[in-house]
């Protein structure tokens, strides 16, 4: 029994090598999304980063409830999913700057210096959400295309529940230390 799991251990390492070995295209835009809001964080500090994560809960729901969607598909003629993958971006951008604006501000400039496993944390917490709204928008034929054994902790409707979830629950490990 325990070389089979220790053969179960070991192939699930070699499929975690593998994907850094044979990089797809989607797993890199992870790796990237990743850095860039890890990096984000270590410069912003923890308060910011967590505002960042508060935003992207506000412009899931902004983007769901937008009344206009149809009135701007007639009108520039796009893809569906690009018009609501750019509504998401507008929304969080503009949640975020009102949160920096907002009695939150305090918290947001409260520290320069996090721990880094906060950082870490909050960081794949926010790619977490982000992805998992932006693969569930996709039409069927592109979340096709993700076949990637990445993808299928993003692309269902049960995974983007758990990522909001995760998200709430992670914000309680994160108290100041």
């Known amino acids: 029994m325990e070389q089979i799991d220790l053969f179960a251990q070991n192939q699930y390492l070699a499929n975690i090598l593998q994907l850094f070995l044979n990089p797809t ?7 990237f999304i990743f850095l860039a809001v890890f990096f984000y964080g270590m410069r912003a500090g923890r308060g910011k980063t967590v505002l960042l994560l508060l935003s992207l809960y506000a412009a899931s729901v902004l983007t769901d ?8 598909l007639e ?9 609501k993958a750019g509504l998401f971006i507008a929304s969080i951008i503009v949640s975020f700057n009102v949160l920096l604006r907002s009695p939150l501000r305090a918290f947001a400039f409260q ?6 496993l906060h950082i870490l944390l909050l960081s794949i917490l926010i790619l977490g ?7 569930t928008i996709l039409p069927e034929e592109y979340l096709a295309q993700l076949d990637h054994p990445v993808f299928k902790y993003f692309k269902t409707q049960n995974a983007q529940f758990w990522w909001s979830l995760a998200g709430l629950v992670g914000m309680a490990f994160i108290r100041k230390p």
């Open 75 to 83: 009108n520039f003629q796009t893809d569906p999913f690009y018009l």
């Open 129 to 135: 959400i982000f992805m998992s709204y932006l693969t």
């Open 25 to 31: 295209p989607y797993f890199l835009a992870l790796v």
């Open 111 to 116: 520290e320069k210096r996090s721990p880094i």
């Open 65 to 72: 409830l937008f009344p206009y969607e149809e009135r701007l």
